[in-house]
């Protein structure tokens, strides 16, 4: 028999996906460079050098059997090393190797923390709005998706729900800063509020609640202003990362958790995530990529194009009217839609060629999600677009 479970899923496919796929049967139509799509974060910036030049050294310098063989089930020691003390320089935390276990991209690092630190039936805290591959994400370990609801228009943790929220049942809580969709960077502030919550709710319930950090786009930082980082704020951290963004390498799908120093539990977590592999199938991302990646930490891709993009649209969004969140960070945008029905709004949009994903998979309202990680050209040739979608709703 079909698995039922998945089989149920086919109803509920991605908005963004079938928007992607949308856009691209349009550009059959009409052409690429006449479709302004908006929907998909995919990184428009080419790798830095640095990673292009460290492949082709492996490749000839290294041996095959050695260079495309297994790696530890905890990943490869150099790599490991390699972050560890790459993040105890960037944000002063005494991280070893032991601390850093390798993953398939985000998305990876997110299913083991969890896994790691939740039972079945617990629950795990998230913030709306909120990344919507996080319900199957939290659904495959058992545990239960709670979403505290959002605090519109600025979209910093609605803290004060979040207490309320903050029961005996929760097990972790899942955060996202920089945020997708909204591009909000969470403030040292809201961390700080935030993690006395926890610490306060720990010692009342008797259990760690554990803090697990999505942080793929935390090389994406706009105005010369650094994005705190969450575990400098709370102890027991797990931190998510990925070299999709940063080195723009979403193909090669390599990221990590990171347990910070002193942690509960710190010594064996790693551990554990090598055996919740063996359930998953993880088995480790690619040696090689891992061994690239390692000379490369201290570089990114040239990550200034996304700011320049989010100034276009930004300001053109503000002149057009609407109610809109300066980002603080990665490739979003989250503006309120023109009308109640944001799926009748991206809908409308798609009339002028607009592609754009509404809220409402984002655990959200009334609002669509610009994903502006493509040729600062064709952003400048989308403003007539929006100009003209925003006309549509004044006649």
Do not use: W
């Not at 998510?240 to 080195?247: A, G, I, N, T, Y």
């Amino acid at each position: 028999m079909l698995n039922e479970t998945y089989r149920g899923m086919l109803a509920h496919k991605s908005v963004i996906r079938e928007t992607f796929m949308y856009g691209k049967q349009r550009a059959a139509e009409i052409g690429y460079e006449n479709v302004f799509d908006y929907s998909l974060g995919n990184p428009s910036v080419p790798c830095p050098p640095q990673f292009t030049q460290a492949m082709q050294n492996l490749l000839e310098t290294e041996g095959p059997v050695d260079l495309h063989g297994y790696c530890p089930s905890q990943g490869d020691p150099g790599f490991r090393t390699a972050v560890a003390d790459h993040l105890a320089k960037t944000f002063g935390l005494p991280y070893a190797q032991k601390d850093i276990f390798p993953t398939t991209g985000a998305a990876g690092a997110i299913a083991h923390a969890i896994r790691a630190v939740t039972q079945p039936g617990d629950e795990v805290l998230t913030f709306a709005p909120y990344f919507p591959e996080y319900g199957p994400y939290v659904a495959g370990t058992g545990a239960c998706l709670k979403v505290v609801p959002p605090q519109a228009p600025a979209f910093q943790p609605n803290l004060d729900a979040f207490e309320e929220l903050l029961t005996e049942q929760v097990a972790c809580v899942l955060i996202n800063t920089p945020n997708n969709p909204t591009g909000v960077v969470y403030s040292a502030e809201t961390l700080t509020r935030m993690a006395e919550l926890l610490t306060e709710k720990s010692r009342a319930y008797g259990h760690t609640i554990y803090l697990v950090s999505d942080e793929p786009y935390r090389d994406i930082a706009f105005d010369g202003r650094p994005v705190p980082y969450p575990a400098a704020f709370y102890p027991h951290t797990l931190t998510c990362f990925s070299f999709s963004k940063s080195l723009s390498l979403p193909g090669e799908r390599l990221g990590y958790v990171a347990v910070r120093p002193g942690c509960e539990g710190e010594d064996l977590l790693v551990d554990m995530m090598a055996q919740i592999s063996r359930f998953t199938g993880h088995n480790c991302p690619p040696s090689i990529i891992q061994r690239a990646v390692s000379r490369c930490l201290n570089v990114t891709s040239d990550l200034s194009v996304y700011e320049t993009n989010m100034n276009l649209l930004y300001d053109k969004l503000k002149a057009l009217g609407f109610e809109v969140e300066r980002p603080g960070g990665t490739f979003y945008i989250f503006p309120k839609a023109l009308e109640e029905d944001a799926n009748a709004f991206c809908l409308r949009a798609r009339a002028y060629d607009l592609l754009l994903v509404p809220s409402d998979s984002f655990g959200v309202k009334g609002y669509v999600r610009l994903a502006y990680c493509i040729d600062t050209e064709k952003v400048e040739r989308s403003l007539p677009a929006l100009e003209q979608l925003a006309a549509s709703y004044r006649k």
